[in-house]
């Protein structure tokens, strides 16, 4: 018998191991893992033929939005607000623009990537 410490997590535990002479050993069969369910697959992006989408540069909750279908905006213009990290970050229009479709709706989460707005 040997006597080891092993620590897991931070806790030691105290263990003794015996050795086998391979006689006493019996293998368990083995058993594959369940494959990874698939991805659910993501909400439709608009396609760039009917406009330019704004992602969202980070996880984050909509706090608000300031922009509806139709509307134009300038390059700079605020187009959603969006919570992250307990900040609010500003999503402005990168070019002048009018607002194809909004994607997301006030108090929505969103992953990082995620179209929010489609400019035109």
Same mark, same amino acid.
């Given at each position: 018998m ?14 003794? #191991?015996?050795e ?6 019996? *293998? ?27 992602? *969202?540069?980070?996880?984050?909750? /909509? ?14 213009? #605020? ?11 500003? /999503? ?17 989460? #969103? ?10």
């Amino acid at each position: 018998m040997k006597n080891l410490k092993i620590t897991v997590n931070g806790t030691v535990y105290n263990v003794q #191991v015996e050795e086998a002479d391979g006689s006493e050993i019996q *293998s368990a069969p083995v058993q594959k893992a369940a494959a990874p369910k698939a991805a659910p697959a993501p909400k439709a992006e608009p396609s760039a033929a009917s406009g330019e989408p704004v992602k *969202s540069p980070m996880p984050g909750t /909509i706090i608000n939005v300031l922009v509806k279908p139709g509307q134009a905006v300038k390059k700079g213009d #605020v187009l959603v607000i969006l919570e992250a990290m307990k900040m609010e970050n500003e /999503i402005k229009s990168a070019k002048d623009a009018t607002v194809v479709s909004v994607a997301v709706n006030k108090g929505e989460s #969103v992953d990082t990537g995620a179209v929010l707005v489609t400019l035109g």
